[in-house]
């Protein structure tokens, strides 16, 4: 029985960045081997085991062969006798595809095993595919795309693109589980250049089919004032980096991914100027988030962005009483931190211009001081002075936070 350390814990070593975890695999063991060494069985399609100390996971060496179409449509062999090399040619990426023995302490140990020459390509900066079994499970699409947003130095080696295109071409894509597309979109969001997921998925023609509604924003040109020289979809890309390259959460790179949806459907008579887009990319969002299954909070905030963000551009020029009626449409005095969230995508948006990347945004600030004035308002004082007449104590109680907001920005 031998174990090793595959995959991306060998790369990330010999790309000097930190290993955040290591996946092992087991040549030359039997399930009932692993228990009676005291692991714990937790894999359902395959042997997969926990350490009795570490509790990391260790799987068999094991082969696949593709049965139907999809992400499950996979039927696994697992043998003491499959090698290493064998279960490695079923990975996705070359620089993917190596390993290094693991002592029984745990400790890495001999030189790496590399039988696809993934530390070239690592050298040279390409995602090449291992083998033919790369275009029988296209969730590897996705996790090259993925990979792209986080090495964004590398290019797509020309075979596995036109392979890419090809499982594209087939159907491949369409069967994928919406719950499996979503993983490995918004973890590619967190990654430090997300926009070079959507290159990737765009260049193979899978953007078109997991998310139509970005795709569409290609071509579609900005307004005159804005920067004509880029459309909306490379202006999406930019807001999108912005916010990665703040640090902002999930939720705010998701709503700065579909702020602007509505773009792509305005009637070309208007162009490029968007009347009304932002109603028409709250009709986009509803149904792709209900497809995707996204998560309420990534939904809610994008909702909120896609709807105010026009409106949250032109605060300068507001007074008290809209902002009021702004922060009562948006929940604002209920969730401030989801409003937080709101106006950081607003920022991103603001920023992710051609020569803008750091003009002043004065909106945040004027709305962070009017939304604390607004909260610091009493209600429950307010509806007790109008206990008598319980009609009236929703308008009073926004007329006293209109009158505390204007207080607040000096009148």
């Not at 986009?284 to 994008?302: G, K, M, W």
């Not at 939304?371 to 009609?391: H, I, K, M, N, T």
């Amino acid at each position: 029985m031998n174990i090793y350390a595959v995959g991306g814990a060998i790369r990330d070593e010999l790309l000097g960045v930190p290993v955040v975890d290591r996946d092992y695999v087991v040549v030359g063991a039997t399930p009932e081997q692993m228990v009676a060494l005291g692991y714990r069985p937790v894999g359902k399609d395959f042997p997969v085991f926990l350490h009795p100390q570490t509790h990391e996971e260790y799987a068999l060496a094991r082969t696949e062969r593709k049965t139907a179409a999809g992400y499950h449509g996979f039927q696994f062999y697992y043998s003491p006798d499959v090698t290493l090399e064998e279960d490695l040619a079923r990975r996705d990426l070359t620089i993917n595809a190596m390993a290094r023995e693991v002592t029984p302490a745990g400790e890495l140990t001999g030189p790496v095993i590399d039988p696809f020459d993934g530390r070239s390509d690592l050298k040279n900066k390409l995602f090449r595919h291992v083998g033919d079994a790369f275009i029988e499970d296209p969730v590897r699409i996705l996790r090259l795309a993925r990979f792209a947003a986080r090495f964004a130095d590398f290019d797509v080696a020309p075979e596995t693109a036109e392979l890419m295109k090809r499982m594209v071409a087939a159907g491949e894509v369409d069967a994928l589980v919406p719950e499996r597309v979503w993983q490995e979109v918004s973890r590619g969001l967190m990654e430090k250049k997300p926009s070079r997921m959507f290159e990737v998925l765009r260049g193979c023609g899978a953007l078109a089919r997991i998310l139509p509604e970005v795709d569409a924003l290609w071509g579609v040109p900005q307004r005159a004032d804005y920067h004509p020289e880029v459309d909306t979809g490379v202006h999406v890309m930019m807001v999108l980096d912005y916010a990665a390259s703040q640090g902002f959460a999930l939720p705010v790179r998701f709503a700065a991914l579909t702020h602007d949806l509505g773009k792509a459907t305005t009637p070309e008579d208007i162009l490029p100027r968007h009347i009304g887009h932002e109603g028409r990319s709250v009709d986009l969002l509803r149904p792709l988030c209900e497809r995707l299954r996204v998560p309420n909070e990534c939904r809610d905030l994008a909702m909120l962005v896609a709807r105010e963000h026009g409106n949250i551009h032109r605060v300068m020029e507001m007074g008290p009483a809209a902002l009021v009626r702004l922060f009562e449409r948006s929940d604002a005095l209920r969730k401030p931190a989801r409003f937080a969230e709101a106006l950081q995508a607003c920022l991103a948006d603001a920023r992710g211009r051609l020569g803008l990347e750091q003009q002043a945004y004065p909106q945040a600030e004027r709305l962070r001081e009017a939304l604390v004035a607004a909260r610091a308002v009493d209600a429950g004082a307010v509806a007790e002075r109008f206990a008598s007449e319980p009609s009236r104590i929703k308008d009073a109680v926004h007329d006293a936070r209109v009158l505390a907001v204007k207080e607040a920005l000096g009148g």
